[in-house]
C-alpha cells in the first residue's frame, strides 16, 4: 500500500520540481520537458463509460480503486483530451507527430483531408466493385489508419552498440510503444520526402495508408528491410546486456 | 560607523552598504529585526564605502555542537511564550484568554509586515515546541548505567518499537491459533478497517515521534511489519496501537467549494465559475434551462473560435455530464491565446455546474481532470 506524500503541487519558489526519473534510451537523449506535477498526481481517466457502471456492475478491485481515487490528487486534463466519442488517441498522436512548428490547425486538418480522401477513394472503389468483392472493401477510414500503422510495426530493431571501438548494429526487441512510434515515423517520412513538390500530403498520405492497408508499399518495404538486417546481424544479438 | 555584522553560526560574509542593514541573530531561532541604521549623510559628500565583513570561518567560531536545551530552559521559553502572548493579544485589543495561534500569526503579520520571499525567513511567533526540535533526556543515570535495556543498539526507541510490536504479532497469532483449535473463529475484522482514508505515517513523522534518526530500510521494514500486524484480525487494543501510526488522507472533493444555485428575477437557475489558464482569465454564467447556447464577449461560441479543437474543450464538461443541450451560457474572457482561452472557459464552466449536480459527479469531474486548474509544463531551453 503506497504512502502518497502530502505535498500540493510545488510552484516556482518551492524546492525540487517534480522530475519525471529520467529512462535511459539512449545516450546524449535528455529529457527537455519536465512536468511541474510532483509524482502523487495520478493522470485524468476522461472515458465516461467507466464513471457511469453501475456499483453493481463493478469488480471488488474496481471498487477499491475508485475508493483509493478519491484521495488522489489528479492532474489537469490536456488540451487535446476530451470525453468525446470522436477523439481517436492513435489519430491525435499522429497529428501531433506531423505538426510542424507548433502548427496543431494545420496538421489537424491535414488529417481530417487525408482521412476524407481515404473514404472517398474507397467509396469510388465499392462503387466501382461488383457485389462479392463489394462485402471485402473495407470504407471505414479510423480502421484502414489502424490496420495500416499495425501493418507497418516491426517487430524487431537495430540498436547501435560500442563494443571495441565500433558501433554495431545489434537485433534487440522492441516496446509497443517504440513500434508504434516507428511506424508513424517511417510512414510521414516517407510521405514528405518521397512525394512530388506540386503533390499535396492528404494525397500522398491516403495513397500510403491504403497500400500498407494491404501489405504493400514503402513503408511496408522499409519494414522488412528492418527485420531482413535484424537477421542478417543475429550474430551480434549476445552484445545486448538487457 | 557601521558596526560589524553578527554571523550566525555558519560562515555567512555580507557586503554592506552605509544606508541600511539588517541584521539576522539566529541564537534562539528568533529573527530579530535590528533597527536599520541610517547614514547621516547630508548634502552632496555623501561616502559611499564598500565595506566587506570579516569572513568567519569555523575555525574561529567555538565548535558548533549541537545546542543542548536544558528542560528548564525550555519551560522558561515556554513561560516567556505564554506572557507575551497575552501582552500581544492586550496589544491587538483582543481577549487574552481564547487567542489563538492563527490569531498570533495574523498579529505578528500585521505588526512586523515582512516583503521577503521565504516564507520561513518572515517574523514568526509559535510555541517554544515547535522552534526547539525535540531533544531526548539524559539516558543514564548517575553511575554511567543506562536505563533503557536497548540503549547500546544506538536506536533504542526504534528497536524497543519492533520488538513491542512483533510481540503483539506473535500474541495475535497465538489467540488467531487458540481459537481455530477451539473452532471458535470469530468474525474476521481485520485491525485496519479503513485502509483508503489513511496513510502510514512518512519516515519524517516517525523520526519525530521517536526522537531518533533511521534509515529507509529501518522506515520500511517498520511498515512491513505493521502492515503484516494490520492485515490479521485482532481486538480493539491491537486497533488502537496500528492506528497511532496512520495519518488520515482528505478525500480532495472536499477542497472544492460548491457554491448553492442562485436565481434571477424570472426564477431561472444560474451559478457563476471562475477559470484560468495560463493568463486568460475567464467569468462564465451557466443557466439552468437553455438550448446549448453559448456566448462568449458577446459573440456566438460558433465565430469566437473557428478552430475544432477549442469548440471540442468547450463542450467536455456538458458532454461528460450529458447536458449538452441543456444549458446556456454566457461567458467573459480575456487575456491569453485561443487555447488559453478556451481551456479557462472550460475550467470555469466545470466549476459552476458543479452547483447543478450530484456529488458524485462532482468528483467524477474532478477524476477527469476538468476542475482541475492546470499547471503548465516546464520546457527547458537548451
Known sequence: ?242 | MVAPCLSCGAAVSYRLFLGGRVSFAGRQGLWKAAAAELHPGAGSQILRLRHTAVVTTKKNVAASRRETYTVDFIKKQIEEFNIGKRHLANMMGEDPETFTQEDIDRAIAYLFPSGLFEKRARPIMKHPEEIFPKQRAIQWGEDGRPFHFLFYTGKQSYYSLMHDTYGKLLDVEKHHSQLRAKDLLAEKTKILKDPIGSRWLIKEELEEMLVEKLSDQDYTQFIRLLERLSALPGGATEEEFVNRFRRSVPIQSKHQLIEPLQYDEQGKAFSRGEGKRKTAKAEVVVYGQGSGRIDINGVDYLLYFPVTQDREQLMFPFHFLDRLGKHDVTCMVSGGGRSAQAGAIRLAMARALCSFVTEDEVEWMRQDGETVPCVPEDTQVG
Not at chain 1, 181 to 201: D, G, N
Not at chain 1, 206 to 216: G, K, Y
Request: proline letters at 5%; aromatic letters at 10%.
Open chain 1, 1 to 242: 500500500m503506497a504512502a502518497p506524500a502530502v505535498k500540493a503541487a510545488r510552484g516556482w519558489s518551492g524546492s525540487a520540481l517534480g522530475v519525471r526519473i529520467a529512462v535511459f534510451r539512449f545516450p546524449g537523449l535528455t529529457q527537455v520537458r519536465w512536468s511541474r506535477y510532483g509524482p502523487e498526481y495520478k493522470d485524468p481517466q476522461t472515458d465516461k463509460e467507466y464513471y457511469r457502471k453501475s456499483l453493481a456492475e463493478q469488480t471488488e478491485e474496481e471498487k477499491y480503486e475508485r475508493e483509493l481515487k478519491k484521495t488522489q490528487l489528479i492532474k489537469a486534463a490536456p488540451a487535446t483530451k476530451t470525453s468525446s466519442v470522436f477523439e481517436d488517441p492513435v489519430i491525435s498522436k499522429f497529428t501531433n507527430m506531423m505538426m510542424k512548428g507548433g502548427n496543431k490547425v494545420l496538421a489537424r486538418s491535414l488529417m481530417t483531408q487525408t482521412l476524407e480522401a481515404v473514404k472517398r477513394k474507397q467509396f469510388e472503389k465499392y462503387h466501382a466493385a461488383s457485389a462479392e468483392e463489394q462485402a471485402t472493401i473495407e470504407r471505414n477510414p479510423y480502421t484502414i489508419f489502424h490496420q495500416a500503422l499495425k501493418n507497418c510495426e516491426p517487430v524487431i530493431g537495430l540498436v547501435p552498440i560500442l563494443k571495441g571501438g565500433h558501433f554495431y548494429q545489434v537485433p534487440v526487441p522492441l516496446a509497443d510503444r517504440r513500434r508504434r512510434f516507428l511506424a508513424m515515423k517511417w510512414m510521414i517520412t516517407e510521405c514528405r520526402e518521397k512525394k512530388h513538390r506540386r503533390v499535396l500530403m492528404p494525397e500522398k498520405l491516403s495513397q500510403e495508408l491504403l497500400e500498407a492497408f494491404h501489405n504493400q508499399g514503402p513503408v511496408i518495404k522499409r519494414k522488412h528491410d528492418m527485420h531482413k538486417m535484424a537477421e542478417a546481424n543475429r550474430a551480434l544479438a549476445h552484445y545486448r546486456w538487457w
